[in-house]
């Protein structure tokens, strides 16, 4: 029987919310055609359960924090990914490949064994999921926000930034539903499988792009690079492109990338001045889910405070592409000021950008 979803409080912890985390991410894996990495998360969830000794495994069996908050199966799925493009475990390269017949957990276990080390650090920090497939929902957010009347100038703040990848979008073409957006020489093209009605056909301008993170990654770092590739599903060989031509990217031109929690970031951002004729957008995509609650909290209360300063030539966007847990997959939501503020949903997508599904 397949892996079903739990819903499960994100703050919850203890040791059967770190083996439904492992079942989760499962579930979550093959909803999002990675099977491989199902597997993987699949055969750690079994050597948990059964109870297997080894620093890696007990650290992980008794996990104090939240372990779907903090993401717990995947930091560890990351470190055995990383063994797998060092060719350091070859017998893994079956389990990716999702062939059928093996021992799935007896390949993982005997990694762990050979490498706990090395593996042991994956677990301080949480993964890093950059990727610039979901850059195109920023993009439509802004077609529609132009089309609501908005300065189609915008000065962009992103939280959870990672390395930065996102904060090049100036730099990259799109075809949104026939919609062309970009330059002429892009570092990188998107064209999304396109569900419903095209997005507003409208002209834009990126009149500045900012990010934080509290772990940056460097781009231009090989080790830095070779960890976030680590945490690239196998399956989805279209992203590793997309990796090289960012690290091309940030080598010719680094993102404006700072270190700094999400709350302060946008608390020091948002007090600045704010150019006439320029709309001024915070922005995020499957990062609010890490942001403690209380900066959470902070984040909002300063986006509503300032867009209750917002004026016509001066307005505010939140643009924010989440996952909702429920469908197994994420949703594009905006709100602006002037306008009252007001949520508005106006598509679903898909975590890495495959599709787009307009909703309004």
């Given at each position: 029987?397949?892996?079903?979803?739990?819903?499960?409080?994100?703050?919850?912890?203890?040791?059967?919310?770190?083996?439904?985390?492992?079942?989760?991410?499962?579930?979550?894996?093959?909803?999002?055609?990675?099977?491989?990495?199902?597997?993987?998360?699949?055969?750690?969830?079994?050597?948990?359960?059964?109870?297997?000794?080894?620093?890696?495994?007990?650290?992980?069996?008794?996990?104090?924090?939240?372990?779907?908050?903090?993401?717990?199966?995947?930091?560890?799925?990351?470190?055995?990914?990383?063994?797998?493009?060092?060719?350091?475990?070859?017998?893994?390269?079956?389990?990716?490949?999702?062939?059928?017949?093996?021992?799935?957990?007896?390949?993982?276990?005997?990694?762990?064994?050979?490498?706990?080390?090395?593996?042991?650090?994956?677990?301080?920090?949480?993964?890093?999921?950059?990727?610039?497939?979901?850059?195109?929902?920023?993009?439509?957010?802004?077609?529609w926000l132009a089309d609501q009347g908005l300065p189609p100038r915008f000065e962009c703040l992103e939280i959870g930034s990672s390395a930065g990848i996102n904060l090049m979008i100036d730099r990259y073409a799109y075809d949104?539903?026939?919609?062309?957006?970009?330059?002429?020489?892009?570092?990188?093209?998107?064209?999304?499988?396109?569900?419903?009605?095209?997005?507003?056909?409208?002209?834009?301008?990126?009149?500045?792009?900012?990010?934080?993170?509290?772990?940056?990654?460097?781009?231009?770092?090989?080790?830095?690079?070779?960890?976030?590739?680590?945490?690239?599903?196998?399956?989805?060989?279209?992203?590793?492109?997309?990796?090289?031509?960012?690290?091309?990217?940030?080598?010719?031109?680094?993102?404006?990338?700072?270190?700094?929690?999400?709350?302060?970031?946008?608390?020091?951002?948002?007090?600045?001045?704010?150019?006439?004729?320029?709309?001024?957008?915070?922005?995020?995509?499957?990062?609010?889910?890490?942001?403690?609650?209380?900066?959470?909290?902070?984040?909002?209360?300063?986006?509503?405070?300032?867009?209750?300063?917002?004026?016509?030539?001066?307005?505010?966007?939140?643009?924010?592409?989440?996952?909702?847990?429920?469908?197994?997959?994420?949703?594009?939501?905006?709100?602006?000021?002037?306008?009252?503020?007001?949520?508005?949903?106006?598509?679903?997508?898909?975590?890495?950008?495959?599709?787009?599904?307009?909703?309004?």
């Amino acid at each position: 029987m397949a892996d079903q979803y739990q819903f499960i409080d994100m703050t919850a912890s203890g040791p059967g919310i770190v083996t439904a985390a492992f079942s989760n991410q499962v579930a979550y894996c093959t909803a999002s055609d990675a099977p491989g990495t199902a597997r993987i998360v699949g055969a750690l969830r079994d050597l948990l359960v059964r109870g297997e000794a080894g620093e890696l495994l007990d650290r992980t069996r008794n996990w104090s924090g939240p372990p779907l908050a903090d993401a717990l199966p995947l930091r560890i799925a990351g470190g055995i990914h990383a063994l797998h493009l060092a060719g350091k475990e070859p017998e893994l390269a079956a389990i990716y490949a999702d062939q059928p017949g093996i021992d799935d957990a007896a390949i993982v276990l005997d990694a762990i064994r050979r490498h706990e080390p090395a593996l042991l650090p994956w677990l301080d920090g949480p993964p890093q999921t950059n990727e610039a497939g979901r850059s195109a929902n920023f993009i439509a957010a802004m077609l529609w926000l132009a089309d609501q009347g908005l300065p189609p100038r915008f000065e962009c703040l992103e939280i959870g930034s990672s390395a930065g990848i996102n904060l090049m979008i100036d730099r990259y073409a799109y075809d949104l539903g026939g919609v062309q957006v970009g330059p002429a020489d892009p570092a990188m093209s998107f064209v999304p499988e396109w569900k419903g009605a095209p997005p507003p056909m409208r002209a834009i301008e990126i009149a500045g792009l900012k990010g934080c993170d509290v772990a940056p990654v460097d781009l231009t770092d090989p080790e830095q690079a070779l960890r976030l590739r680590a945490y690239i599903w196998p399956e989805h060989t279209v992203r590793f492109q997309r990796m090289d031509a960012a690290v091309a990217a940030a080598q010719a031109r680094a993102p404006d990338l700072v270190k700094m929690n999400a709350a302060d970031f946008i608390e020091a951002e948002l007090a600045k001045p704010q150019a006439a004729g320029t709309t001024r957008i915070v922005m995020h995509s499957i990062v609010w889910q890490y942001v403690p609650a209380d900066q959470q909290a902070r984040v909002t209360a300063a986006i509503e405070a300032a867009g209750q300063r917002a004026a016509a030539d001066r307005p505010l966007a939140w643009v924010a592409l989440e996952a909702n847990r429920v469908v197994h997959y994420h949703e594009l939501r905006v709100r602006y000021w002037p306008g009252g503020g007001a949520e508005t949903m106006l598509a679903s997508a898909h975590a890495h950008g495959a599709w787009i599904d307009w909703q309004i």
